[in-house]
């Protein structure tokens, strides 16, 4: 049994490479954006809460739209639907370009634009997360998830570092890049087949038009509603939620970013870049040597496993600020920026270890029909989470100071994991070779 990761999914389904390559290559775009935006929003405000409040710009379009974008991926062709997504998100990255170099230094245009990039990312991805079984057989599931958290992790350590030295130059450059790169997604899902609902892809495989087509029900309450109580029926599918929302509310770091590289390590937004790509750096990592993993049995465990070293690694990360002092110095001190970025890449890897397990319990324990809904769900925790933990700890940061809020986010997220487990025990006990949901 390898320890590398395991490449049999890109081997044999050649559409899961195309959609493999292009979202990778978008994804870069994505950190691009993502780095250029906090630091802008900094530069224009000098206050972490300012860049934590666009948490909420996030949060609220994901959760009023993530539900009817799971709905419309189980009712319509999956394909068509991320694609239009994307055309609207490319626009987006479009309008931040042209607002950084038209110098209009506006942080509420900025609030606005993200809450737009919000409203498309809660209709693509659940429509792009929903396509992946659909490409490969059940038994890949783990090893696509590995490739896909290892190709996004990948993005996340380039773009930072080149998102933070772009922004440095001009914010426009960043965003520009974003607009290039995001053509790659475009012209992935473009070359998908079409993936309509499974009863009317059996009927055109069965007969095309002389059998009766599945029309789907009309998008609406009613259909976000059956999602949700269909969820209800899924203990351990929601107890995965559950634990990530702990981990990423409480102890999601990235807000701190912008000022710890100003006030503890130095070197502002290279210094910021840095600690993004650390944290991804982790993730890849444990990508990587992901061969033996794939084949975990006791998901549920490894997934606590895996969150509980995140929260003491955001911990240890907080106690490396707080031993090295609020001095704001004036050049980058190495040896802390060595340890802090050691204990983010701790936590990235953590982080990617959960992610891949959580993501492969959602699609083994659920039915096609209803993995669009459940991906809208699964979509409104894994980015709406981040984004309230930007804003919690943006808000710690402004009144103990971001080495605390750091400290007080680790230790919290540990204690409420372990809480979590005393009162749903059964999680521990899921096994991957007979999935409960």
Do not use: K
């Amino acid at each position: 049994m390898s320890l590398l990761i395991d490449l049999t999914p890109l081997r044999r389904s050649p559409a899961f490479r195309r959609l493999w390559w292009g979202l990778g290559i978008s994804n870069l775009g994505a950190q691009l954006t993502q780095v250029a935006v906090g630091l802008q929003v900094y530069a224009i405000t000098r206050s972490t809460f300012a860049v934590g409040i666009l948490g909420i710009c996030v949060l609220v379009p994901l959760v009023a739209l993530g539900l009817y974008g799971g709905a419309l991926t189980d009712l319509y062709d999956r394909r068509r639907v991320a694609l239009i997504a994307s055309f609207g998100l490319w626009f987006v990255s479009i309008a931040l370009a042209v607002q950084a170099w038209a110098g209009v230094h506006s942080v509420y245009l900025l609030y606005v634009l993200v809450a737009l990039q919000s409203c498309g990312f809660a209709i693509n991805n659940p429509a792009r997360s929903a396509i992946v079984p659909r490409l490969i057989d059940p038994e890949l599931l783990p090893s696509a998830q590995v490739l896909q958290n290892t190709n996004f992790n990948v993005a996340m350590t380039v773009g930072p570092l080149l998102g933070a030295a772009l922004s440095a130059w001009n914010f426009g450059a960043a965003y520009g890049c974003d607009v290039i790169f995001f053509t790659a997604a475009l012209w992935a899902l473009w070359r998908l087949p079409d993936l309509p609902p499974v009863g009317q892809a059996a009927a055109a495989a069965d007969g095309g038009s002389d059998l009766p087509r599945q029309r789907p029900r009309a998008l609406g309450l009613h259909s976000v509603l059956e999602g949700l109580r269909y969820l209800a029926t899924r203990p351990n599918v929601r107890t995965s939620f559950l634990v990530d929302l702990i981990a990423m509310i409480t102890a999601m770091p990235r807000v701190l970013y912008p000022a710890v590289g100003v006030l503890f390590l130095g070197g502002g937004a290279t210094t910021t870049g840095i600690l993004n790509a650390a944290f991804a750096v982790g993730a890849v990592l444990a990508g990587l040597g992901s061969g033996r993993l794939v084949h975990i049995r006791m998901q549920g465990r490894a997934i606590v496993a895996a969150i509980i070293v995140y929260g003491l690694s955001v911990g240890l990360f907080g106690v490396v600020l707080t031993a090295t002092g609020d001095t704001s110095p004036g050049r980058t001190l190495i040896i802390p920026l060595i340890f802090a970025g050691l204990f983010l890449a701790f936590a990235g890897g953590a982080d990617s270890i959960s992610s891949v397990f959580r993501n492969t319990l959602l699609l083994s324990a659920t039915p096609d029909e209803m993995r669009g809904r459940l991906q809208g769900v699964f979509i409104v925790v894994v980015a709406g989470g981040p984004r309230l933990g930007d804003l919690l700890l943006g808000s710690w940061a402004d009144w103990w100071g971001e080495n605390r809020a750091a400290m007080i986010g680790g230790s919290l997220c540990v204690l409420l994991i372990i809480l979590a487990m005393v009162w749903q025990r059964r999680f521990l006990a899921y096994d991957a070779s007979n999935p409960q949901p």
